[in-house]
């Protein structure tokens, strides 16, 4: 299901984003690359490579052999996980970029046995183990971790 188009910006307005969302859904991904990339889950909504158009200083980073990771190279906010997987490349963009994280609801929460002790999603989402999750990226014929 499509949905309008949002725009968002890193902390220091250099990057400009114009995403169109696959779906009006927010995800967190709990791995302990996102916590450490980010200081927490990573929330985020997914948006294909022709959605997404970008202004302004980006770096990225490979973080394994199937994703890459971008920030603005002048203040340091996370932008999005890309999936790089041939035929499967997708933005998941940071929730955190858009005003009120775009107006959209958590729907999922993957690496959910990740998560730490001391705080947690509360509601009725969607929640799947590392576990569930590297079987599904291994599905994709890559790896075993995002
Ligand atoms: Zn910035
Ligand atoms: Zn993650």
Redesign the pocket.
């Known amino acids: 299901m499509a949905t309008a188009e949002r725009t968002g910006?890193?902390?220091?307005?250099?990057?400009k984003l114009t995403a169109l969302p696959k779906a009006p859904e927010l995800h967190a991904c709990q791995c302990d690359m996102c916590r450490r990339w980010c200081g927490s889950a990573f929330v985020e909504f997914d948006v294909a490579p022709e959605g997404l158009d970008v202004s302004?200083?980006v770096k990225s980073f490979v973080s394994s052999d199937w994703a890459e990771r971008a920030?603005?190279?002048?203040?340091?906010?996370t932008l999005w996980y890309k999936l790089t997987v041939p035929g499967h490349e997708t933005y998941a963009v940071s929730a955190g970029l858009f005003d009120n994280a775009g107006g959209f609801r958590l729907t999922k929460e993957i690496y959910s046995d990740r998560a730490p002790d001391g705080y947690s999603f509360a509601g009725a989402i969607t929640r799947v183990t590392k576990q569930q999750t590297e079987a599904q990226f291994a599905s994709l014929g890559e790896g075993e971790t995002p």
């Open positions: 910006q890193c902390m220091c307005g250099a990057v302004g200083p920030w603005c190279d002048a203040c340091g906010s």
